[in-house]
Nanobody
Framework: QVQLVESGGGLVQPGGSLRLSCAAS????????MGWYRQAPGKQRELVAR???????EYADSVKGRVTISRDNAKNTVYLQMNSLAPEDTAVYYC???????????WGQGTQVTVST
């Protein structure tokens, strides 16, 4: 069983920063891609950023230049540094991981990010 546990969400003012973390635990081989998705009320879940085990990353156009994804393979942890946050970044952010050996996808429980005055 694999668990992804997110942390770091919260309330931040426009222009502020947050750093999300997601740590994997349980029994697994290793993860190929790890990433972050978000879902705002009334909208579909969308990719924010993802990163491969060798460090290749991909970002949604809406966050490019403001967000940086990184990972620590030894700790099976992925991070999302978000700067210059805007109200439209308000959403539940979900961690995602794809197991290399099986191709199975795992999701975290989500962490709320609210950008508001």
């Amino acid at each position: 069983q694999v668990q992804l546990v997110e942390s770091g969400g919260g309330l931040v003012q426009p222009g502020g920063s947050l750093r999300l973390s997601c740590a994997a635990s349980g029994t697994f081989f290793s993860f190929d891609t790890m990433g972050w998705y978000r879902q705002a009320p009334g909208k579909q879940r969308e990719l924010v950023a993802r990163i491969t085990s060798w460090g290749s990353s991909e970002y949604a156009d809406s966050v490019k230049g403001r967000v940086t994804i990184s990972r620590d393979n030894a700790k099976n942890t992925v991070y999302l540094q978000m700067n210059s946050l805007a109200p439209e970044d308000t959403a539940v952010y979900y961690c995602n991981a794809v197991e290399r050996r099986t191709g199975l996808q795992y999701w975290g429980q989500g962490t709320q990010v609210t950008v508001s005055t």
